[in-house]
């Protein structure tokens, strides 16, 4: 079966030619003395550009690192950071970024490179963030949740899905592509879930009955698992061509689950398990690693991003390695949280 994306040379030499794995080298970034606990985004990326958005647990305090120091970018207001609802992502510049957070149960906000932050009067679920734009999923009560884009200079924001449903129902998580391309998983009353694709204008379904609340968008290439005659199979729409979906995957065996598939724009990987154990497929057939493979966690059992790909050999709890590959070799970590991302 033809495919629009096939795995890179790079990725495939992951597999063909291999070094001896490297130990990383960690940069400690806050005190051990301070008495104070740190924490990253659960769902969402905590870094981009070399810069990381953190809370501080213990004054409620989001902070920015800069990659030299770190800076207070939003003191404590009484409500407590949600980190399953924090993001930092590429700002409109090379170098700047836009961070958006959670406080309490009703506000959401958002600010550009360390800027005054600006309040989001409602409460958010999901965000995503791509040269400088700013998507968020948000609680509207009666209607369910619903898709928006947010202005980050003054938290105004407008409406991007129009389908209703039940309140804790709607759009569940939002991807965007750009600034005038985003995908979001809408669900009503149960699994399994529709994608809707906006184009800048329009909200259009493009897929429907997938399997997962999460999908992957990046490029315009949008890429997400479906059962097909009781299989599940990945499949790839690619906007910038048609709105049309191609299968990428042959899965035979119907005990295997294909878990989160995730593109780059340019390459495609999918977590393939059973009882039987578990692996990384590439787009082309490529296995990998060679060697134990567990899920970081259940949002991002693994990770890849131009190119490189992010793993780890163990269950979280369990004593675990994280392997990094950048394409010519791996890199080895036991931190108790690692995460790539531009």
């Known amino acids: 079966m033809p495919n629009r994306i096939s795995a890179a040379i790079t990725l495939a030499l992951l597999v063909t030619v291999r070094t001896e794995a490297v130990t990383l080298t960690a940069q400690q970034i806050t005190p051990s003395n301070d008495g104070l606990n740190q924490d990253l985004a659960d769902r969402m990326s905590s870094t981009s ?20 120091t770190e800076q207070s970018w939003h003191p404590s207001t009484g409500k407590a950071v949600r980190t399953s609802a924090m993001m930092l992502g590429p700002g409109s510049s090379a170098g700047t970024v836009v961070g958006a957070w959670r406080r309490g ?6 600010s550009v490179n360390g800027g005054a932050p600006q309040l989001v009067d409602k409460n958010p679920e999901h965000f995503s963030i791509r040269d400088g734009c700013v998507f968020m999923v948000l609680q509207t009560g009666a209607t369910g949740n619903h898709a928006f884009k947010v202005n980050p200079s003054d938290g105004s924001f407008i ?10 129902n709607g759009v569940f998580r939002v991807f965007a592509s750009g600034c005038n391309q985003a995908v979001w998983s809408w669900l009503n009353g149960g699994s399994p879930t529709d994608l809707y694709y906006w184009n800048g204008t329009t909200a259009i379904l493009i897929a429907s009955d997938i399997n997962e609340l999460n999908a992957s968008f990046a490029g315009g290439k949008l890429v997400y698992p479906k059962k097909v005659s009781g299989i599940e199979q990945v499949f790839l729409i690619d906007t910038n061509v048609s709105l049309s979906p191609v299968q990428l995957s042959a899965e035979t ?20 398990y059973n009882n039987g154990g578990a692996e990384i497929v590439l787009n082309g ?10 899920k970081i966690d259940n949002e991002w059992p693994y990770q890849l991003d131009r190119g490189q790909l992010l793993w780890t050999n163990a269950a979280s709890g369990s004593p675990r390695t994280f392997f990094y590959d950048d394409g010519t070799q791996t890199f080895t970590r036991r931190p108790p949280r690692f995460r790539i991302a531009t």
Request: aromatic fraction near 10%; charged fraction near 20%.
């Open 159 to 168: 409406q991007l899905s129009s389908v209703n449903a039940p309140a804790n």
């Open 253 to 272: 065996d119907a005990t295997k689950i294909l878990a989160r598939p995730q593109t780059d724009g340019r390459h495609v990987a999918w977590y393939r």
């Open 285 to 294: 057939g490529i296995v990998f690693p060679i060697g134990p493979l567990a």
């Open 105 to 110: 149960d009703g506000e959401a906000w958002v």
């Open 49 to 68: 550009g070399g810069k990381i958005l953190f809370v501080r647990t213990n004054n409620d305090t989001v902070y920015l690192y800069d990659g030299t």
